[in-house]
């Protein structure tokens, strides 16, 4: 947009009721995650209310309208590792979704406007979580299923079941008779201890196949469905000497494995419902849609590490489940701590998988004091290790401050007299934290000299490695 355009958007926006849920205005704040999931929030109310766009715009006094101006600089600010704004923000949005960002001058006040484009394939999430605008407030989108099963509709279009096909070619001698044998058992297991429906635990038996796959939907006057061919072959597992690998074609509808554990309810859309139903009647699946919190709950139970989502891929979802422990000095013991969240459990679980958390998760977890260090070298802190005996982890991972390195120095130079830029490394590198890699080493020892010097403590003689260092 010119100017001209942006000046009439802007006017356009100002004469919105304050109610709007597809506009937002910001005076100051840029808190990168309150950004991202503005962007979610907006996102989704714009489908909602049928706009192409929805706008988020700094610089104007939410209650009143007013044009104030704005110091926040997108193109200067940060997310999180130092990370461009832009970029860090399209990172963590799921699905994808254009956004463009407009500086301008409106009656002499800067102006910042994020142009948002409508959620169009799928309710969109940032950082995991979905959210919607409710009059002027943000808020989780689980929490308002309403809304949720209207998003779904909108961004999917007319239903059309999939999984429901005919598949002309498909026979019976393409389904496996050990699978059909398990579904008649799952089957008579759910009805054999119903009263109105008992007889059809014991009348399975005698259907033949054909009849059976009519009785459960997955076959339509015989013809098979591709829920029936689904059922019996979609779910790949990889066996491994520590572990199980599923992997499983299709998106993962619920966003992210965190917002199905705080939700602990079904998913309000069934991209296959047919597929669905015969789960259900098959005993293959749950209608309360606790499955997934109630797995990482067997897990934390039984002391191994939380099931590994992958959803790096749109269309295909792929867990490992460990079965071993990766850190028999604390690990057991952290799972069997009955006072903590499952969230914060997932999340140091990450961490010691040396898996990026998110701002929210990282926030959790320093207010409870449960780790320690910066965010790229997080691990879990004194209070944790030392409830589980693993002390002499703890103070291998802690670094010590700044004036115990120096001391170091000055003891060495005073016993010593001179030293090159080796022998400072020789002393100080393996009483370095192993939370930092080379890298950081070498730019902790060498920061720290040079502060030193700056002090006044430190002079160096030469320019080379061999370079001599004394005190003054």
């Known amino acids: 947009m010119n100017d001209a355009q942006l000046q009439a958007k802007l006017a356009e926006l100002l ?3 304050h109610e709007t849920e597809w506009a937002e205005f910001k005076h100051n704040n840029s808190d990168p995650q309150m950004i991202g999931e503005y962007l979610s929030a907006i996102s989704n109310s714009a489908a909602l209310e049928s706009q192409p766009f929805g ?11 007013h044009v104030v101006g704005t110091s926040f600089k997108p193109r200067t600010q940060k997310g999180a590792g130092n990370e461009d704004l832009e970029p860090w923000l399209n990172k963590l949005l799921s699905p994808r979704i254009n956004f463009r960002i407009f500086e301008f001058e409106a009656d002499g006040n800067p102006v910042v406007l994020f142009e948002v484009q409508a959620a169009n394939t799928a309710p969109v999430a940032f950082s995991g979580r979905r959210y919607v605008r409710v009059g002027s407030h943000k808020k989780l989108l689980g929490e308002h299923p309403e809304r949720e099963r209207k998003l779904w509709g909108i961004v999917s279009g007319p239903v059309v079941d999939w999984s429901a096909g005919i598949c002309e070619a498909a026979t019976l001698d393409d389904l496996a008779p050990d699978a059909i044998q398990k579904a008649r058992s799952e089957y008579a297991e759910r009805f054999e201890g119903d009263p109105k429906k008992s007889h059809l635990a014991k009348e399975v038996w005698q259907w033949d196949d054909a009849t059976f796959l009519n009785k459960i939907k997955v076959a339509i006057d015989g013809r098979l469905t ?3 061919l689904i059922l019996l072959g979609r779910i790949i597992v990889v066996e491994q000497p520590d572990s199980l690998l599923c992997t499983n074609l ?3 509808y619920p966003g992210s494995v965190e917002e199905v554990v705080v939700r602990d309810s079904p998913q309000e859309f069934s991209a296959n419902p047919l597929l669905a139903q ?3 009647s098959l005993n293959m699946i749950d209608t309360l849609g606790s499955g997934i919190k109630r797995t990482f709950q067997i897990q934390r139970d039984r002391n191994f590490p939380m099931p590994t989502y992958d959803l790096s891929e749109p269309e295909r979802v792929k867990v490992r489940l460990i079965g071993q422990i990766l850190d028999p000095n604390y ?3 952290l799972m069997s701590q009955t006072n903590l969240e499952l969230l914060d459990v997932i999340a140091l679980d990450k961490v010691q998988k040396q898996v990026p958390i998110s701002d929210e ?4 977890l320093r207010a409870k004091k449960l780790v320690e260090g910066r965010r790229r070298n997080l691990f879990v802190s004194s ?6 005996q693993a002390k002499a982890d703890y103070i291998r991972n802690r670094a010590f401050d700044k004036d115990h390195y120096e001391k170091m120095v000055v003891t060495y130079l005073e016993k010593f007299g001179e030293a090159t830029r080796q022998d400072l490394d020789q002393l100080l590198t393996p009483k370095l934290s192993d939370a930092l890699d080379d890298g950081q080493k070498k730019n902790f020892i060498n920061n720290l000299l040079q502060d030193m010097r700056r002090e006044g403590t430190l002079v160096v003689e030469g320019t080379t490695r061999w370079a001599k260092w004394r005190l003054t």
């Open 15 to 17: 004469a919105l009721p």
């Open 278 to 280: 015969a789960m259900v």
């Open 361 to 364: 998760e990282l926030k959790s």
């Open 250 to 252: 299709g998106a993962f």
């Open 55 to 65: 706008y988020i715009v700094w610089g104007v006094e939410d209650g009143t309208h």
């Open 331 to 333: 690990t057991r013991m």
């Open 383 to 388: 209070a944790v290790a030392a409830a589980t």
């Open 226 to 228: 591709r829920a029936a």
